[in-house]
Structures are given as structure tokens and as C-alpha cells.
């Protein structure tokens, strides 16, 4: 925290002030630069740039509440802060004071108000700038003398004009103590009005980084009570294999579907087979639209479901708890005050305080030229990428596709991934998305399948599975499609700019030998 000084205190500083900024005019008023602080700068500081014949110094106030400061500082002094924002006060700082000739300083009798007065425009009235540095209500202000008084021109706090009445000092307390490490010299102020400022831009940055870190470990815990709920659902389905295998070894035989309603009057399907090893006649639930054999791989397929379910779930479980354990590690151990490198690598473990490149060119022209795989364009000319392989798919979803992008995938089945690229704040339209749809059951070896679910997604919300060549995704939308021939005609047929070899997919929609595309 910066010293703020009593009344006894600024009566002995300021005036070692006076000789040395007394007949310099004002060069410019800025917005200091402080690099330590997180926004580069602070809201509620001022410099009077001073210079005259051979001399330069810089008055620095502040009138944040709790922290109000004047300080000089000798030589060209700070710099402008390239991010500083302006008020009306600001300007008027400018439009009043700058060019004006300092013709002294003073400090209110027994009050902790300091005028600094200027040659007013033209010869005209003088000017003070008023700085009421109490803590508990600091403000600044632009006054001008006229017969009736100081006449207020501008104010930091409101915009309240009319006649400035200064304090009487009566009700000043007397009893203060004067600390001479404070007011021994300008420098002495000076450097303890710095160190309070670094010292406070070390809490503010802690504290932000803080923060951050709570922040990545309650969502690190809502996904581990998400994940497992995931994983108490999967295993409370049933056995899907015992199922399959059951009903797979009584294929011969063809059990007839058997239909009943329970006590609530729910219908519900089974097969009756027997089970060899416990020689036992089993009721095996089923669809009565499939035949026996289908049934037994619809088994098979939810049996890879639950498998992959719980398989995913805990791979996000492992991931999300070593998430957690980092951050309390970090949180209960925060860098000591003044740990300036310790306090850079806090704030990387939190995501902050990375410098900003350049901003990448996301134009769909810029980012085609960088993915080279399979590349189409949809009836309404949105351009669709497709991976053919493990190794593509991973190098499509984590290396070029964006946040915001749609991310496709055939629901339940390993296969294709399928991204539609798009500019921010844009939308797909439906054509594209059944074009994207309809590549994605063509590319998964599906289209003869009939009627597929295909879910999409932003690709945000696609990760990759720890140590696997996997993904999960979330915040899925579905669509249900049934292969059109004339559709993935016009698809793969030759486009200018497509990728590699979309033209030889057309001779496999025409009844060529298909190596079915199933990566994960």
C-alpha cells in the first residue's frame, strides 16, 4: 500500500517541492505507464510533465481512494502509457494546464490539501490545481481565481460546479506523528510511493491468478462429478455382451419374440434361449423390428458403447482429478511478495500473463492452403474437410480445426471425422450440414447402412483422450440421414481446389471395392 501522509507530514514535504518545479511549464499531462500492473497502467494517477532550461521533472498524483499520493520525480520520468484511457477530466487537465508556467505550491493550513498554482491564459486569472489527498475521499480539482473565489473549472469526482471553498483546518487533529523516512526529501517520498505501488501490483496480479486457478479447479471438479454420473449410467446398463453371445448361439434354433406387459402395463420384448453353462432357459430382451441375427450385433454395438463409455469416462476422470490435484498444489502454495519469477510461472499455471502474437488469419482462403487433405464444397459453397485416417482425423480436429468450427462424427461408430470451417460469428446452413452428414456416413464405410444418426458439435467441445488416438465430445446435436446417391455425386465429383482424390471417390459410390475409413 502507498504511504499517505498526515497534515504535519505534507507541511514539511511539499515545500521541498517548490524550488524545484517552481517558473518550468507544464510540457504535457499524461497517463503514466506501470508495466506491473495489469491493465499496463493506473486508473486514477496523473503526471505533470515539467520542463524549463535544462530541466525536467514530473509531478505524480494520485487521488484513488485509499491510496492518494504527490510525488516528484526528477529527470524526463515516466512514460506514457500506450493503453491509458482518457475521461473528461483528462482532457481538461490538458486543455487547462498545459502550456502554463508553475508559479508555486502550497499546502493548506493544517489540512492535507496541496494547490499548485499556473499562470492563467493570456495573463488572464491564475489557476490552481486543488488535490484533497485523504484517503477516505481524495479528489483533484481545476480552479480559477475570480472575486468571489476559487471558481471550480473541472472535477475528478462529478461534475458539480460554482464557487471552491477551502478547508479551515480547525477540527485538525494535532497529536500526528511525523515519519522523516517519509518526508526527509522528494526522492525519499518518492521511492516509498513506488515500492507501494509494486508491492500493490504483486498482490493484484496474485490475486488475479488466484483466482484463475479456483476457477480451472471447480470446473476440473464439475467435470469429475459429470464424468462420474457418466460412468455409474454405463455400468449400470447390462451385460450387452452376455446378451449377444446368448442369443447368438441359439441362431439355429431362431427363438420367436415373446411380448408381455408388466404391472405398470408396459409392453416389453424378449427372446427365450437357453443358456448352456447354467442350463437354464433365459429371457433375452429385444427389438421385434430385427431379425435374430441383427439383434445379436446391435448387442455387440451397445456392448462397444458401454466399453468406449467407460473407457472415455475414465480416461476424463484421471485427467480432470490430476487437473485438481495440480491446483490445490498451486493454491496452497502461493510465491512470497516480491517473487517476481515466481509469481510469472503462478500466472502461466493459470493461463494468464502469455505474451499475444499476432492474430492468425482464420479466412477460410488462408486455412484451406493449410489443411491438404480431402476438401469439398457444399451446395451453398461452404468448403467441408474430411479425415481419412487415425493419424488424419487427429491432425484435422486438434491441428486445424478452430474453436467455433462444427465438428462432425457417426454417432456410436468408429469413423470419419468431418469439419466445417467457419468464419466467427457465422452459422452453417442446412444444406451444408447434410452435405458435411452425408460425407461423414460415406467416409465411415456407412452408405449402405440406411438410416444414421451423425452427431455434430463445436469443436471446443471435442477432446482428445489421455494417451489414446481418440476423442470425446459433448454438447452434441444430432441428425438422422439416409444416404442420397445423387448428393455424394455431386459431392465427389471433381471441384476446382478440392483435395486429393476426391474424383476416384466417385468410382466407389458407382459399386467399387470400399476400404471402409473407421478411425476413432
Known sequence: MTPSLNWKEL????????KAIEGLFVDRVLIAERPRYPGGYIKGEWVLRLTGRGQECSLIFSIRARSPYLALSTGRGARAAPSGTHNVFDLSLGKFLRGSRVLGIEVVARERTVLVWFSG?????????????IPAAPEALVVTESPDGPRILARSRGTESGIYVLPDGMRAPDDLPVRAELVGGAGAFLAAVEKGLEDEAFTLRLATASRALKEIRDVALHRIRADETAQREAEREPDWKVFGDLLKSSLSAAPEVVRERDAKGTERFYREVHDYSADALVRVPCDPKLSPRDQVEKFYSLNRRKLRRLSEAEGRLEFSRS??????????????????????????????????????????????????????????????????????????????????????????????????????????????????????????????????????TFKKYVKRIKDSTEASYTNNKTLLVEPDPNR????????????????NDEKKLKGEKKSGNKPQ
Do not use: C
Not at 400 to 406: E, I
Not at 488 to 503: D, F, N
Open 11 to 18: 507541511a514539511l514535504l511539499i515545500p521541498t517541492y517548490r
Open 121 to 133: 491564459e493570456g495573463g488572464g486569472p491564475r489557476l490552481a490545481l486543488v488535490l484533497k489527498l
Open 323 to 456: 487437473t485438481v490435484a495440480r491446483m490445490d498444489a498451486l493454491i496452497s502454495a502461493p510465491p512470497s511478495l516480491g517473487d517476481w519469477a515466481a509469481l510469472s510461472q503462478f500466472e502461466a499455471s493459470a493461463g494468464l500473463g502469455a505474451k499475444k502474437d499476432a492474430a492468425p488469419d482464420t479466412s477460410r482462403k488462408a486455412r484451406g492452403k493449410a489443411w491438404q487433405g480431402r476438401t469439398f464444397t457444399s451446395r451453398d459453397g461452404s468448403v467441408i474437410w474430411v479425415g481419412k485416417s487415425k493419424d488424419e482425423n487427429l491432425d484435422l480436429t486438434f491441428k486445424h480445426a478452430h474453436g467455433n468450427d462444427l465438428w462432425m462424427h457417426i454417432r456410436g461408430k468408429p469413423g470419419a471425422h468431418v469439419v466445417i470451417p467457419l468464419q466467427s460469428g457465422k452459422s452453417a446452413p442446412l444444406e451444408t450440414l447434410l452435405d458435411a452428414a452425408h460425407l461423414a456416413v460415406f467416409y465411415s464405410g456407412g452408405e449402405k447402412w440406411g438410416k444414421t444418426e451423425v452427431d455434430y
Open 488 to 503: 455424394l455425386k455431386r459431392l465427389l465429383g471433381p471441384a476446382p481446389g478440392s483435395g486429393p482424390g476426391p474424383e
